[in-house]
């Protein structure tokens, strides 16, 4: 009777692994597919190569790391396999490095968004394309230096011969998890959140104010805002799906660390790690959805290389800064 309820609980195990693989793999499938279309519809596009979508396609990149690199690593951990207490600790700061990456570029393109109707007649001059690609660099170092936090010594307790003995490689038995609810959830996750959704409320009350005042409005002014009130709706949703993903993992690490007592099943840790990695493939979806202009550049790219047909309608281009004549109020509500 042993024999077999031993049997039945390695065979349940397998099969939990199989369908965990499974949906990590197509979840990085997707991820991976969406967002190299975005980078080819940014590419292809002209009017899509300002400020607002350098940060859209670092965004797109690290969407695409997180199905080429943390899925597949994430996959690894699962499985248990023995490695060294400071291999395991790498493997596992590289899944918070993407992470931080995609926050940070949530956070530029929010930044950019609030300039583009705060300041619009000096946007162009202030929000260069060498400026964003600087400020894109600068996002990627910071992730990478806040991910490898952990490797400086914030991490749990290491064996006595950590650089020869082997330990049983998961996430929680390398990553403290004073680290992950101060430093990279209350730190790095809720701060740039806070910031975003205070620059989202100040960027549609601007919006809203300047289509309010039709005395004084000029028809190129009411255009121009009425389309960065479009594109501002379709980045609050990114904001939106990647806080409704990330933040369920986060508060049930919150529980287990601060209430002791507590346990969350690892059904429930599964479904949050599925959630957080399928965010990566739900902004291309938002994007084609949302974005008339990425629309039409991906049906171009979809009937050229796919369908093989070639397609006569001309790209839209987005719309550009405002001027000084169109707009010279606005600087100073």
Not at 225 to 239: C, D, G, I, Q, T
Not at 300 to 322: D, K
């Amino acid at each position: 009777m042993a024999n077999t309820s031993t049997q039945e609980v390695i065979e349940k195990g397998e099969k939990i692994d199989v369908m965990y693989i499974t949906i990590e793999s197509t979840i990085a499938l997707a991820s991976v597919i969406g967002n190299v279309l975005v980078v080819l519809v940014v590419a292809k596009n002209q009017g899509m190569r300002d400020p607002t979508f350098c940060f859209i396609v670092s965004l797109a990149l690290a969407d695409i790391a997180v199905g080429v690199l943390v899925i597949p690593l994430a996959v690894v951990i699962s499985l248990g396999l023995m490695t060294s207490f400071y291999t395991c600790l790498f493997i596992s700061c590289l899944l918070l490095m993407i992470t931080q990456s995609s926050i940070l570029s949530l956070l530029a393109i929010a930044i950019d968004r609030f300039l583009r109707v705060k300041i619009p007649t000096r946007y162009s001059t202030v929000v260069t394309q060498q400026r964003a690609w600087v400020a894109v660099g600068m996002c990627w170092i910071l992730s990478f230096l806040t991910g490898l936090v952990p490797m400086t010594g914030w991490h749990r307790s290491t064996p006595k011969n950590a650089s020869t003995e082997l330990i049983e490689c998961q996430f929680i038995n390398v990553i403290s998890l004073n680290y992950m609810v101060y430093f990279n959830f209350f730190g790095w996750v809720v701060a740039p959140l806070t910031i975003m959704a205070g620059l989202y409320a100040e960027i549609f009350r601007i919006i809203r104010r300047q289509l309010n005042r039709r005395a004084e409005a000029t028809l190129d002014s009411s255009r121009y805002y009425r389309k960065e009130l479009n594109l501002a709706k379709s980045l609050a949703l990114v904001l939106f799906l990647f806080a409704l993903c990330w933040l369920p993992l986060h508060i049930m690490n919150c529980i287990v660390f601060f209430c002791t007592k507590c346990s969350v099943p690892r059904s429930a840790f599964f479904v949050g790690i599925f959630m957080s990695h399928g965010n990566s493939a739900l902004n291309p979806l938002v994007y084609a959805f949302r974005i008339q202009r990425f629309r039409d550049t991906l049906c171009q790219i979809i009937q050229r290389f796919v369908l093989c047909r070639t397609s006569t309608s001309p790209i839209q281009h987005g719309a550009g800064p405002i001027t000084e004549k169109t707009q010279a109020t606005t600087e100073r509500q």
